[in-house]
């Protein structure tokens, strides 16, 4: 039994959620669909990692650090009152969600009425609200909106929407079938949920980090920028988890979407559905895809 197959044989006994699974290597893609389905899924929280790969590229283009402050690229649109520790508040900072906020910064638009809270501009209702915890070294708040404030750095430096920018940068050259990227009420990419894609997409997206930033010759990100941003053995880095082992990297979103980026075997493989069984495919499953 192949790996994938013992992947597709794990979900079929032990996740009646399971909507698809699927492979890819520079040798070719399989997938297996275990129930009728959208074409594109959501992939909730991966998105954030998707997001990360923006700040990737601008980096590489000298554009950005990650190092730089939200405030020097983005000064028009603070409130006069803002809080003063967003003066050293660092686009890493916030990738790492030790933005300084506490929970109540967060707009998750899966299951908060928004509008009923009063939050329409999600700018506004960021940048207005206090710092607690010193940004950088505070306790890890996992937050979409931090990663809907990269976005709008990333628009302001392009000129264009984060989702606009990644569907020419990365998208259109991994060959994207079908996709789509919710927007906030002001037309703004989401950045931290919402994007919409196949399999068969993500996948590409996934072997492309296991390339270390190519696919079909074409270069998209850097191998230094994804070493970065998939962060220390068994940590959370830019969107990504690292393992502890740093065989392998994922990327997950709500209801147990994950993608495994394996670099050693340049290939990845995914999970689509609801209640998906990670403990199960990292004891079953993941031993028979590492080196």
Not at 75 to 81: K, N, S, T, V
Request: negative net charge; charged residues 25%.
């Amino acid at each position: 039994m192949t790996p994938f197959e013992q992947l597709c044989k794990t979900l079929e006994e032990k996740a009646p959620g399971a909507y698809m699974a699927a492979e890819m290597t520079v040798d070719g893609y399989a997938e297996r669909k275990f129930r009728l389905g959208d074409g594109a899924h959501n992939l909730y929280s991966i998105s954030k990692s998707v997001t990360s790969c923006a700040v990737g590229m601008l980096e590489e283009e000298g554009r950005l650090k990650d190092t730089d402050t939200v405030y020097s690229h983005i000064p028009e649109l603070f409130p006069e009152d803002h809080d003063p520790k967003w003066s050293v508040v660092t686009l890493a900072d916030v990738m790492h969600h030790k933005t300084g906020y506490k929970e109540e910064a967060n707009i998750d638009i899966d299951v908060m009425d928004f509008r009923a809270d009063g939050h329409e501009d999600f700018l506004k209702h960021i940048l207005s609200l206090p710092l607690v915890y010193e940004p950088g070294k505070g306790p890890f708040v996992y937050c979409d909106t931090n990663y809907y404030l990269i976005g709008r750095v990333v628009e302001k430096i392009t000129g264009v929407t984060l989702g606009a920018f990644l569907q020419t940068r990365m998208f259109n050259p991994l060959k994207w079938r079908g996709n789509a990227w919710g927007v906030c009420p002001q037309n703004h990419t989401l950045g931290g949920t919402g994007l919409f894609a196949t399999a068969r997409d993500l996948c590409a997206y996934g072997l492309m980090l296991a390339c270390g930033g190519e696919f079909e010759g074409k270069r998209i990100l850097t191998p230094s920028w994804i070493e970065k941003a998939k962060g220390e053995p068994g940590e959370y880095g830019y969107g990504f988890t690292n393992s502890h082992s740093e065989k392998f990297f994922i990327t997950g979103g709500a209801y147990g979407q994950c993608l495994y980026i394996i670099p050693e075997k340049k290939m990845s493989f995914c999970v689509l559905g609801h209640d998906m069984p990670l403990d199960a495919i990292h004891k079953e499953v993941l031993p028979l895809y590492l080196p």
